[in-house]
């Protein structure tokens, strides 16, 4: 069964051009009973929203901005994720946001028991990402979307530009977290390292190296080798994955 999700979006800072890849991918993680979008609506910054907002049916929730210096929308927006919460109406949160305003909003849900989700894009602030269970770039939801176009031809640059190369800060990240599961013959299950890797780094997501899952991103890096076993009944391949050995250095006479 799915889990029912709250999907809250900060209307205020969140572009609506990718609304729908936005909300395809939110699917992935659960059903989205309560779509609710917050800002103040007589803005003409927010014209762009009104019609993808129909066409989600992601119901748009009214906040004057009161004082200048202050946002309302996100007031808002923490009371009534904190209503739905006691509701007991949803298993999980997916908080749309760029904002670090919601750090503690994300982490008071977790305590909870829930699950909190967390898009925005990369500006990001990481106290807020880290305070989610899982965060998806925005960018890299635009990427797979102009890569999928069949009329597209080539990434534009700002396309190009989402896309980060695996450096060995991350390749020493994936590495101390196979060590952390593997076995006394070094190999660990993928699944696992997957899961691990997310609990230790909610943004760590193998398509933003441009793989859309991760054993193909394990497959590019020559410091590690992958191993396919079949499960008890021989039905599935189970993926491993374990450190190489350095090659030891031949000697000179």
């Known amino acids: ?11 205020d800072n969140i572009p609506s051009a990718y609304v729908k890849e936005m909300m395809e991918e939110i699917a992935k993680y659960g059903n989205p009973t309560i779509k609710r979008i917050y800002g103040d609506w007589t803005n003409p910054n927010l014209n762009k929203w ?5 066409e989600n049916a992601i119901t748009p929730m009214q906040q004057y901005g009161y004082t200048k210096g202050k946002n309302a929308t996100d007031s808002a927006m923490i ?6 919460l006691y509701s007991e109406k949803v298993d999980g949160f997916c908080l749309v946001s760029s904002d ?3 750090t503690r909003l994300a982490t008071r849900l977790r305590e909870a028991g829930m699950q909190v989700y967390g898009i925005g894009e990369k500006k990001t602030p990481n106290p807020f990402i880290v305070a989610c269970d899982k965060f998806i770039y925005l960018e890299i939801l635009k990427y797979q979307a102009e890569e999928n176009e069949p009329e597209f031809k ?3 640059p700002s396309s190009r530009e989402s896309i980060d190369k695996i450096s060995q800060k991350e390749i020493k990240f994936i590495s101390s977290t ?8 070094g190999w660990a299950f993928l ?18 190296y441009g793989f859309q899952k991760l054993t193909p991103l394990i497959k590019s890096i020559p410091n590690f080798e992958i191993e396919r076993r079949e499960d008890s009944r021989g039905r599935l391949k189970l993926i491993y ?3 190489k050995e350095p090659k030891a250095k031949s000697r000179r006479r």
Do not use: T, W, Y
């Open 178 to 185: 196979i060590s952390d599961l593997a076995d006394d013959e």
């Open 191 to 208: 699944g696992d390292v997957g899961s691990l890797l997310q609990k230790k780094q909610p943004n760590f997501d193998s398509r933003n």
């Open 1 to 11: 069964m799915d889990e029912r999700l709250a999907v809250l979006i900060d209307g």
């Open 100 to 102: 670090s305003d919601f």
């Open 50 to 54: 009104k019609q993808v907002l129909l």
């Open 79 to 84: 009371i009534d994720a904190m209503d739905i």
């Open 241 to 243: 994955v374990k450190i």
């Open 154 to 156: 080539e990434h534009s």
